[in-house]
């Protein structure tokens, strides 16, 4: 019993607070823009890319207007398919994402999204993929087919709001209150179980 609610502890750690190098497994994945995913209650986003946001539009080579930041989550869903995401975590970002490299299939999908064209290497001068960036970029691909806004200046003129989310985009409906409050409650509940966890686990070492 103690070396099963042993282990219950060090799950319930684990997936509260995954530190560096920490792998991730998942066949059903939610994405949630070109370079952020979501699963197994983690957002992570995707380490050496930058897509464009959400909401971003671009042009394209005619000087038209179209959604390159929906489009770009459109593609990032294709490459993943129906296949399992594994991702390894390096850091995280000053909005509590996860900073990974991730696979489908056995393919780096930061990798695969900036070669395609539908996102950039990030930051340019550490950024693994700069060989594929110059190559999209050449072959005018997606993106590059036209002009458009990095997506970091873009960020800047469009600041997002820092707080946690609550479901999918919560902050445009959920008042910043509300919000707060339920942040609050997540946390009391973790503690909640890690709590009765540690007072099973003292109730069975006297017992022996």
């Not at 696979?103 to 900036?114: F, K, N, P, S, W």
């Not at 395609?116 to 930051?123: C, K, R, T």
């Not at 820092?162 to 409906?173: K, S």
Request: proline fraction near 5%.
């Amino acid at each position: 019993m103690k070396r099963i609610v042993l282990t219950l502890v060090l799950s319930l750690m684990a997936a509260t607070f995954p530190g560096p190098g920490a792998v991730s497994h998942a066949a059903s994945v939610r994405v949630a823009d070109g370079d952020t995913i979501e699963f197994g209650g983690q957002r992570i986003r995707l380490q050496g890319i930058d897509a464009p946001e959400l909401y971003q539009e671009c042009r394209d080579a005619a000087g038209r207007n179209w959604s390159c930041g929906r489009r770009a989550r459109v593609e990032l869903r294709k490459l993943i398919g129906n296949e399992a995401v594994q991702c390894e975590a390096h850091a995280k970002d000053r909005f509590g994402r996860s900073v990974a490299v991730c696979r489908a299939g056995g393919r780096d999908l930061g990798e695969a999204m900036v070669r395609s064209g539908w996102a950039l290497a990030y930051p340019d001068w550490a950024s693994p993929y700069g060989a594929a960036q110059s190559e999209a970029r050449s072959r005018k691909a997606e993106l590059w087919a036209g002009p458009f806004e990095n997506p970091r200046a873009w960020r800047e003129q469009h600041p997002r709001d820092d707080r946690p989310l609550i479901g999918r985009h919560a902050r445009d409906i959920v008042p910043p209150a509300v919000q707060d409050w339920l942040s609050t409650r997540s946390q009391a509940a973790r503690q909640s179980v890690l709590q009765w966890l540690r007072s099973v686990w003292a109730g069975k070492s006297d017992t022996r």
